[in-house]
């Protein structure tokens, strides 16, 4: 395979060397290019060999010497240089399959494509992998892999995921591990299935793969209002939600008496659904697991409380109101306390909004769509700005789930909309107008 050269860079190595648009790049130093992983890896040589097919179908060899890493100005007709892979599993709790219809296009692909595991975070199954592309990932030691675990027992990996690879696939979590390579893991939990006893199985298993595995992530199944003919599923409740706490502080006081370190976090939600203290910033050694919804409470918190302690902002005549979701208002309530107890004269008021889109089950913020937002903020008075997550709307910044952008939410609101931020400093930003 090769690839299609989109665009070259204005006054770069690749335009001085009169490689053009259209051209195909079949190889560099003699290894073939089939996608952005493999130039990528390739292209960090000082001395290349790259050989071409220009537009009008004539071969070529084009000779670059460069300093290490030094970009040579080639754009690709798409990011990954060939389609996106999507998933081939059926889990029993995918989330994309209990969307409602009438949602933007992109929010019901669902991809599992090692390659943006590498390049923005995503969780991998591993099922869609070869064994070719496990090796190459260990010769390019791509690091870290982001894996989707649910189990390690193989035959409930099947049934869970509804597909044959599923339990087979985990020999490459072991490669991996030999190959030390670093690897982050996610166990989507379902009360009753693959929590208790199997829980505890995974966490043994996966902690006997330590250094390579470096953080093992719980999480609860997300459920929404659509689930009409889907695998019937429980929410959890405090008791059950303790219940997987217990578990893993039980693995983690083990593991560290063992390795002096910690590596398995319950997601904040089962702290909230369990009723009990969050852990604080120190207990997360970095968190490896933000984007998996853990430790992200005890960061904002963290950050807003310096950010807080530093301000020298005495008084303000401003009034805000922050829109959030229910999982995360008694933590924005709190810092809103605190901030307006500090501030004269700044007043904060903090609405959580329903997600009557998804279901009163989701409660995070990130999932809130721009009516659930009018439907909450509707008949309040507002103040001088409406606060809003930036985790609710695309990566654009600018369109929420239901596609209402967020001048059309101003509109409807007839007020001044800014996000958040996603640090405690711009939190407070946010709030003192900063």
Not at 204 to 226: K, M, N, R, T
Not at 257 to 266: F, K, L
Not at 280 to 308: I, K, R
């Amino acid at each position: 395979m090769a690839v299609r050269i989109g665009e070259i860079v204005k006054g770069s190595i690749a335009q001085k060397k009169k490689i053009g648009a259209g051209d195909v790049l079949i190889s560099i130093n003699g290894n073939e290019i089939n996608d952005v992983l493999d130039y990528r890896f390739y292209i960090n040589d000082t001395k290349l060999l790259l050989s071409l097919k220009t537009a009008d179908g004539k071969s070529r060899l084009a000779v670059i010497h460069k300093d290490e890493f030094e970009d040579i100005g080639l754009e690709f007709e798409t990011y990954l240089m060939d389609k996106q892979r999507s998933c081939k599993n059926k889990c029993i709790f995918c989330f994309i399959d209990q969307l409602p219809k009438g949602l933007r296009k992109s929010l019901y692909f669902k991809d599992d494509d090692s390659r943006l595991s590498f390049l923005f975070g995503n969780y991998i199954t591993l099922t869609n992998l070869t064994d070719a592309e496990a090796e190459r990932i260990i010769k390019m030691h791509i690091s870290p892999v982001n894996i989707s675990v649910q189990t390690m027992n193989p035959d409930l990996r099947v049934e869970m995921m509804a597909n044959p690879k599923a339990g087979e696939s985990l020999k490459y979590l072991h490669k991996f591990a030999n190959a030390e390579i670093a690897i982050n893991t996610q166990l989507v939990l379902c009360p009753n299935i693959n929590d208790g006893k199997e829980l505890e199985r995974s966490l043994s298993e996966l902690g006997a793969l330590y250094p390579s595995v470096q953080s093992i992530a719980a999480v609860p199944v997300g459920l929404s209002d659509h689930r009409e003919g889907l695998y019937p599923l429980k929410p959890y409740t405090k008791e059950t939600a303790r219940e997987v706490i217990g578990i893993i502080d039980k693995f983690n006081n083990k593991f560290k008496e063992e390795h002096g370190e910690i590596i398995a976090y319950a997601a904040d939600e089962f702290y909230l659904k369990a009723e009990l203290p969050m852990p604080d910033a120190d207990y997360y050694n970095g968190f490896p697991q933000l984007e998996n919804g853990v430790g992200m409470w005890a960061l904002l918190e963290s950050e807003f409380n310096e950010a807080l302690d530093e301000c020298d902002i005495k008084s303000l005549d401003r009034t805000a109101t922050i829109v959030t979701g229910k999982a995360a208002y008694p933590l924005i309530s709190s810092l809103a306390k605190k901030a307006c107890n500090k501030i004269n004269g700044l007043r904060i008021n903090v609405v959580a909004a329903e997600n009557k889109l998804l279901g009163e089950m989701i409660t995070v913020s990130g999932l809130l769509c721009g009516r659930d937002i009018v439907s909450a903020l509707e008949g309040i008075e507002l103040g001088d700005e409406l606060i809003i997550p930036p985790n609710c709307l695309r990566s654009e910044g600018d369109m929420f789930l239901d596609n209402m952008t967020v001048d059309g939410l101003s509109d409807r609101l007839n007020i001044k909309v800014t996000q958040n931020g996603s640090s405690g400093e711009e939190l407070l930003n946010a709030m003192t107008g900063g």
